[in-house]
């Protein structure tokens, strides 16, 4: 049984420190159209790392978080929200320069043909600068989660090296989503670059396949071979290294050279988005608890399943005992795909 709860230190405050993306989620509320015939939308908070830390809020984990916020209305609705799912906001700064939110709006043509419009011009969250990023959260959480978004633009790119170097001197491990989205970087190059220098940094790395093959841009895998993805995280440093592969589920590699997986979990699917946020906020929690590695996975895979079975990702984040309650009514056959 392979568990990693002796990577986090103990007799800290927080269990999680996260640092990225702060957004409006704009969700369809007219199901099955394409966004060009979609009329009415309803708003949720947003960001790869905004849904896991209240992931891990709703499960009991004690979080924080690093960013920055517009100052308006959309700024204003996020803080509040924080602050009522038990959110440590003391990292989160205002811009004074007239940055915007960012603005996701989701088309959900079907439950497996969904895409999202982003409106990502002077957005506030990546005004983050580096004199900001508060050293005292870092040094007194469990856990650093880095979202690879937060690498998009100057000042945050900077802002993420300074969280790093704090993380590596009080010994907090770091765990890096790399939330790869397009539109949000100049080049695929720039991309692969950067994330490449925060992966060689971190001690758990999660993503698609498609997110570490753009990490490895300029590699030798042709064959997109996950052991190989693998075998090269660990020689620079990883402790975990987990892959998803969408409904074929995800595997997790450590450095003992096992390969781990678990059972999926069935879903009467709304939407895609949401399920990677989900899951990495019920797998954190997992290894936190000092569950084996199958273990937290399955749970994470569990709570990815109640997200996309709901119309919204923030709000649809699950507790602990709906998570177990859902694992037990799949086994039982209460639950199937839909």
Known sequence: MTTLVSLFPENRRFDLTALGRLCIDLNANEINRPMEETVTFTKYVGGSPANIAIGMSRLG??????????????????????????????????????????????????????????????VADLKLG?????????????????????????????????????????????????????????????????????AEKSDIILGTREEFDSMERFEQN?????????????????KLVVIKHGKEGSIAYTEDGLEHRAPSYPAKVIKTFGAGDAYASGFLHGL????????????????????ISSHSCSDAMPTAKAVEDYIQRCERGEITAG
């Not at 979080?63 to 799912?85: C, P, S, W």
């Not at 038990?86 to 043509?109: C, N, P, Q, R, Y």
């Open 288 to 307: 936190m608890s000092g569950w084996d590695v199958a273990r937290s996975m399955a749970f994470g895979g569990a709570a990815a399943s109640i997200v």
């Open 222 to 238: 042709s064959d997109r071979s996950d052991r190989y993805t693998a075998a090269k995280w660990f020689d620079r440093g990883a």
């Open 130 to 198: 580096p004199l900001e990023v508060s050293e005292s959260l870092i040094a007194d959480s469990k856990a650093l989660l880095i979202s690879g978004t937060a690498l998009a633009a100057s000042p945050s790119r900077e802002a993420v090296f300074v969280a790093l170097e704090y993380a590596r001197a009080y010994g907090t491990p770091v765990a890096f989503d790399i939330d790869y989205r397009p539109y949000t970087w100049k080049s695929p190059e720039e991309t692969a670059v950067y994330c490449h220098l925060v």
């Open 61 to 122: 984990r004690r979080v924080a978080f690093i960013g920055k916020l517009a100052d308006d209305q959309m700024g204003r609705f996020i803080r509040t929200y924080l602050r009522e799912n038990g959110i440590d906001d003391s990292g989160v700064s205002t811009d004074d320069t007239g940055a915007v939110t960012g603005l996701a709006f989701t088309e959900i043509k079907s439950p497996t043909d969904c895409s999202i419009l982003m409106y990502r011009d002077n």
